[in-house]
């Protein structure tokens, strides 16, 4: 099930949500513009590595970790989910509590990965965890909303509109098996499912007040 939109109308340019998405879509062309050696060299040098921080050193990657992608599809994939559900929870924060909720929730959702110990020396990159939080504030603030999606039926890719709590729900129970049942992955699960109890708890304190 692939989102492709939704029916909520913003009120709002969502100029926060469109710089996250421009500045996510500068960085992995500044990764690439310099080559394979290059591009490993931003990773290794601004990725997550829960060992490194749990001494101290490189602590900036709690931000930087959250703008870097490891391929085309990794970006793609989370540049549309942003698109699709992030401006309706800046219209709802306003301007400035989202940018908090969407930083606050990366670093969040990433101390949670690194504090339960889980491949200490693993490198994690990607805004998969402040996604995972705006996409639980989306199903807390807009759980009947329409979701189109894509579905595969056999070799048919057919377009359909489900409710924002069946499309995000399952999407979170997915995350949840993952993390128990993949054992060989690089894709960090309980990062976004960190992302997803921060998100919750973040967007039940700000939505009080839409002015920011």
Not at 25 to 35: D, E, N
Not at 141 to 150: G, I, N
């Amino acid at each position: 099930m692939i989102p492709i939109g939704d029916e909520t109308p913003s009120r709002i340019i969502p100029i926060f949500n469109w710089l996250i998405i421009i500045a996510c879509v500068g960085v992995f062309i500044w990764q690439t513009g310099g080559g394979v050696k290059f591009f490993r060299y931003t990773v290794n040098t601004y990725g997550l590595v829960p060992s490194d921080v749990l001494k101290g050193e490189r602590t900036y990657s709690f931000v930087t970790y959250m703008f870097l992608h490891g391929g085309v599809v990794h970006l793609i994939g989370n540049v549309l989910f942003l698109f699709i559900f992030g401006d309706n929870i800046e219209d709802r924060l306003g301007h400035l509590k989202y940018l908090s909720f969407y930083v606050i929730s990366g670093i969040l959702a990433s101390a949670i990965w690194v504090i339960a110990g889980q491949e200490s020396n693993m490198l994690v990159i990607g805004a998969n965890g402040a996604i995972s939080a705006v996409m639980v504030a989306y199903l807390l603030m807009f759980p009947s909303a329409k979701v189109r999606t894509l579905i595969t039926i056999g070799f048919m890719v057919l377009p359909v509109k489900v409710p924002a709590y069946i499309m995000i729900g399952l999407w979170i129970v997915i995350q949840i098996v993952n993390n128990f049942i993949n054992t060989i992955t690089n894709v960090v699960y309980l990062a976004h499912i960190g992302g997803f109890v921060v998100g919750f708890i973040l967007a039940a304190i700000m939505r009080t007040s839409r002015k920011g």
